[in-house]
């Protein structure tokens, strides 16, 4: 199982990014997927997951602004990060659900938001 | 939102030593408890999940129990390797939430 993002990178605040997370070793379109960030210096903070049917659960700091969304046939996790703030600046980590426990994360991309 | 209270922050403590972290829930999460280790520079893996199984290749003297709503990860012999940030996850309900985290370090 490989998990790698990419995408990252510096933004202005209120502007817009995607992240991108590509699957390899294992069968993408039966699992759900997560999308989790970490601020420097700070703990795990669960942003957002889509189901292997692509249903989709947001956590409230990012509803309405950031957008999960997968791609089966490429093997791809997105993440549509739309009028971002400082507070979004982060490592993002995509990872795979397992029972609801993540068992498998990338190596995660940075995300820095700042004028 | 399902708080996790985790303790302690910070811990040194020696080698071979018995290590025991805590979580506990603000509301009954059932088994839906996992348990990760972030090493410095690292993404998490994960350690425990069910509050009790042992993922994948992970050492056996890592355990993890339940008492209620209190969650326990145990290391029964410390080793140099284990260095890092421990962070407990509840997954019974959206929003998923996560421990604070505990910063273990050798003595």
Redesign the interface.
Known sequence: VQLVESGGGLVQPGKSLKLSCSASGFTFSSYGM?WIRQAPGK????VA?ISSSSGT?Y??AVKGRFTISRDNAKNTLYLQLNSLKSEDTAIY?CARS???????????VMVTVSS | DIQMTQSPASLSASLEEIVTITCQASQDIGN?L?W?QQKPG?????LI??ATSL?DGVPSRFSGSRSGTQYSLKISRLQVEDIGIY?C?Q?SS????????TKLEIK
């Open positions: 997560h703990g795990l903070d669960w997951y659960v956590a409230d980590y397992s029972g609801r426990a993540l068992d498998y994360w990338g190596q995660g | 839906w996992a990760y690292k993404s998490p893996q994960l999940y069910g993922a962070y996850q997954a959206a929003p998923l939430t996560f421990g604070s985290g």
